[in-house]
């Protein structure tokens, strides 16, 4: 079985008749536990689609190393949906109900999972979910249904598990069961969540937000310390380029003084007469391109004062390193293939 690794390669995407959500976008997860966190609209749930393949780059790439099992924000089931419908064990259940009956097939035997309903039920009162698999999805709150889905998604143990927001319509025991459900989880899971307490148990934070995505290694306190100094080391940064736009503009207003008491003097030797007609026609023009030239000069300084704050607050997209992921016989990875550099 491959390790668990996505790459994200040079991805951009935009919803139709949209902004771009990702332009180049270079991101990398590990056989890790990995909080995708971001305002809302910065694309979470969209690049969970990415991973998956529901959505198409429209460049890049997109390479996933194992098995994936995602759970919705909501799950939405349609009419005769029942709990073994998450599980994908319909027809599996039915062999055996009509093994039970007496009336299977000699194909029904070979095929017949005899142990399935108890690893069914085993599942589901993991999660706290003591409905029968052939319960109705309609007839489960919001917050059963996802319990049963989380339920369903350990029970197929895949590689890497892609949950959108999956404490969301959950009261504290099901939160509970989401937590001990990633405590217990070898594999690699990336998470979409606002729930700060599940954000706690992860291995590192990335921050989607307009300008790309930074990696942040460790859990949520983590990411609010190193956030804390870069904002520290940013708002330095900011008021030592102000001071330097307020030095340069006072510069510039001192050399407009300087140049007009020159020109002053000019005016008033040329008004009583004491210098010749061209040498004060030589020193108007000379005036004139030296005010233009000394106007140009403090405009650019100016602009280029201006300019830092904002090269100050601008992130940059860091390129992220992720190393390959050498196959495990295991079942269930191991916490492995990290990335190498932040992303």
Request: glycine share 10%; aromatic share 4%.
């Amino acid at each position: 079985m491959p390790a668990s690794c996505v790459a994200l390669r040079d991805l951009s995407w935009s919803p139709p008749g949209g902004s771009p959500l990702f332009s180049h976008l270079d991101l990398a997860f590990g056989a890790e536990h990995t909080g995708l966190i971001g305002r809302n609209g910065t694309g979470k749930t969209s690049l969970l689609r990415l991973i998956t393949g529901e959505l198409v780059p429209q460049a890049g790439a997109v390479t996933v190393n194992g098995r994936f099992a995602l759970l919705r924000q909501a799950v939405q089931p349609a009419e005769g949906d029942t709990v073994a419908t998450l599980f994908g064990a319909t027809e599996a259940l039915a062999i055996l109900q009509r093994a039970e009956t007496g009336q299977a097939t000699t194909e029904d035997f070979d095929l017949a999972d005899w142990t399935l309903e108890a690893r069914l039920v085993e599942a589901l009162t993991a999660m706290g979910v003591t409905a029968p698999a052939d319960t109705p999805l309609l007839q489960l709150s919001g917050g059963q249904r996802t319990r049963a889905a989380l339920a369903a998604l350990a029970f197929d143990r895949p590689d890497i598990l892609l949950l959108d927001e999956p404490t969301n319509h959950l009261d504290a025991d099901g939160r509970r069961a989401v937590a001990q459900l990633l405590d217990g989880w070898a594999g690699a899971a990336i998470v979409v969540s606002h729930d700060r307490d599940l954000l706690e148990r992860m291995d590192a934070v990335i921050e989607l937000t307009s300008h790309g995505a930074r990696r942040y290694g460790g859990n949520w306190s983590t990411y609010r310390a190193q956030k804390a100094l870069d904002l520290a080391a940013a708002t330095g940064e900011l008021a030592g380029a102000e001071k330097r736009l307020a030095e340069t503009d006072r510069q510039a207003q001192q050399n407009v003084e300087r140049q007009a008491r020159r020109d002053g003097v000019g005016h008033r030797k040329a008004a009583k007469g004491d210098m010749p007609r061209i040498v004060m026609g030589r020193l108007k023009d000379n005036a004139e391109q030296t005010g233009g030239a000394g106007a140009r000069l403090a405009e650019r300084r100016r602009a280029e004062a201006t300019d830092a704050p904002k090269r100050q607050t601008r992130l940059k997209r860091p390129a992220p390193r992720s190393r390959c992921c050498s196959p495990s016989p295991s079942p269930w990875p191991p916490r492995a293939c990290r990335p190498d550099g932040p992303l």
